[in-house]
């Protein structure tokens, strides 16, 4: 047991004050020598945390699971989930959360800690995890952060000194990851399949008090549970598609009652804008495609309405309206996200009926000319035609006299409505070949100064500085197309 007053760890543990069919308690697997790869200085500071203890071997044997901060309650939570649309019991199969760290300005978050070994929930894994796919949720998750989408961070990753094996043997590693919680639509599943209702609805309260303390008070608050998960989930949504994220694994188990976004195996950013793109090496029917992550969520959150039924209303078909209605919300507020975000990614303010054809218009001349998602708009932001098919065609000429005169027809000026662009329009993302390259440096070299680099310029993505146009080329022509995998 570590003592907590040089590092800073001050938990209080809410989670495991609910019935113990929700969770296992566990410890981790210690493991042979832990080496702290990265810390996330800023982030542990935020916390409360001292980073230069952190940085020690005590603090390298707390993120590997060796040792345990003093008021921790390491436990493996339960969960189920439809993936791929085939619904199966689930759980914490390699990781372990240790408790909710309470910062000094009193957020609570979750510290969990992944790949730290098997759980009574690991059936054949042997819950650890390589140190690649670690490195890249911390690489994603932070860069998603700095774009001012909801997720997920990543405070540290340590070597453990021992391999492990999927095709071939590989260093393993541990990722903390920081969450606002660890409630999923798939933890409702599970309450509602393997539990009675009287957990099910102490679970909704949890989660009211956790996430929606404003709405608990309201006459039906499971309903409102309802009305607002679709709120940010409709959010979150857009924001992946407004920046060309793909997730690649929308699994019922991979969706967040607080709506961030959690689980970084397969995913990637898009480079040529089109609806169609997979990454998943496993998502053989393009099921969680770009242009169907919308679709998913939807049908996500349906599955959580189902598992809400029994406490909407006492008379099932009642409670069945009642949730269909509340569905129905979700592709308008989606809708109305995405078109928002579109709109100030062209610098447009207001509103006018025409905005929904001028933008179709541009998305239908970038996928006809492959043009590269984030740069066409940060071309559009510089106000730099580059030396690329989509800004020679004449249909591209006519669209942008078309959005000119749009831009002319509002109050605000030419220059509030580049800083909108500016603000709106990220001119770096993770490269998926830049995200390999690093990866490749540290897992293969043991070099990490590449993804320190990469980290660092991520970390500010709408700074448009010519310091960071390297980071802006994209990947040499390849016959094979790009290929993610699930970080096991």
């Known amino acids: 047991m570590t003592k907590n007053k040089e590092t800073g760890w001050n938990f209080d543990n809410s989670y495991a004050r609910l019935p113990q069919s929700f969770f296992a308690s566990t410890n981790p697997t210690p493991v042979r020598a832990p080496k702290l790869i990265i810390l996330n200085d800023q982030l542990a500071t935020s916390l409360g945390l001292n980073v230069e203890e952190l940085k020690s071997e005590e603090g390298a044997a707390l993120f590997a699971g060796n040792e345990i901060p003093e008021g921790a309650f390491p436990l493996a939570q339960a969960y189920a989930g439809h993936q791929f649309g085939h619904f199966t019991m689930l759980g914490d199969g390699r990781a372990v959360l240790l408790g909710e760290q309470v910062s ?114 309201n006459e039906n608050r499971y309903l409102s549970l309802l009305q607002e998960v679709i709120k940010r989930q409709a959010e979150l949504i857009a924001k992946w598609q407004l920046v060309g994220f793909i997730h ?94 579109m709109r100030a990614k062209l610098g447009i303010f ?55 005169e749009r831009l002319g027809r509002q109050q605000e000026s030419k220059a509030a409505a580049n800083e909108l662009m500016r603000r709106s329009n990220p001119a770096i993302i993770p490269r998926n070949h830049r995200v390999e390259e690093a990866l490749k440096a540290a897992v293969e070299q043991g070099d990490y100064s590449v993804m320190e680099r990469l980290v660092a310029v991520l970390s500010n993505p709408y700074a448009h500085s010519a310091d960071e146009a390297d980071y802006c080329t994209l990947p040499a022509s390849s016959a094979e197309p790009y290929r993610t995998f699930c970080g096991t």
């Open 104 to 217: 000094p300005q009193g957020e609570r978050v979750d510290i969990q800690l992944k790949g730290s070994g098997r759980t009574p929930y690991s059936r054949g894994g042997d819950g650890r995890a390589a140190l690649g796919p670690m490195l890249r949720e911390y690489i994603i998750s932070e860069a998603m952060h700095a774009l001012g989408i909801p997720t997920t961070r990543s405070l540290a990753v340590v070597t453990t000194g021992e391999p492990v094996y999927r095709e071939t043997e590989l260093p393993g590693a541990i990722l903390t990851r920081v969450a606002a919680s660890h409630l999923r639509v798939g933890t409702f599943q599970y309450a509602a399949n393997w539990s009675t209702v009287d957990d099910l609805r102490i679970l909704a309260d949890y989660a009211l008090k956790r996430h929606f303390p404003d709405v608990e008070a």
């Open 350 to 404: 207001n509103e006018e009926t025409e905005d929904e054809a001028l933008i179709e218009n541009l998305l239908q001349m970038m996928q006809e000319h492959q043009a590269d998602y984030t740069n066409t708009f940060r071309a559009l932001t510089l106000d730099q035609r580059e030396d690329t098919n989509l800004f020679r065609t004449p249909e591209f000429t006519q669209w942008h006299k078309q959005w000119q």
């Open 248 to 341: 690649g694994v929308m699994n019922t188990d991979n969706m967040t009652i607080s709506g961030e976004t959690i689980d970084y195996g397969p995913c990637a950013f898009m480079d040529v804008y089109d609806p169609a793109t997979v990454f998943s090496s496993i998502d053989i029917q393009g099921r969680y495609a770009y242009r169907n992550q919308p679709l998913i969520g939807g049908w996500n959150l349906a599955r959580f309405a189902e598992a809400l039924l029994p406490l909407l209303h006492e008379d099932q078909e009642q409670a069945i309206k009642l949730a269909e209605d509340k569905l129905s919300d979700f592709t308008k507020l989606y809708h109305h996200n995405w078109l928002a975000g």
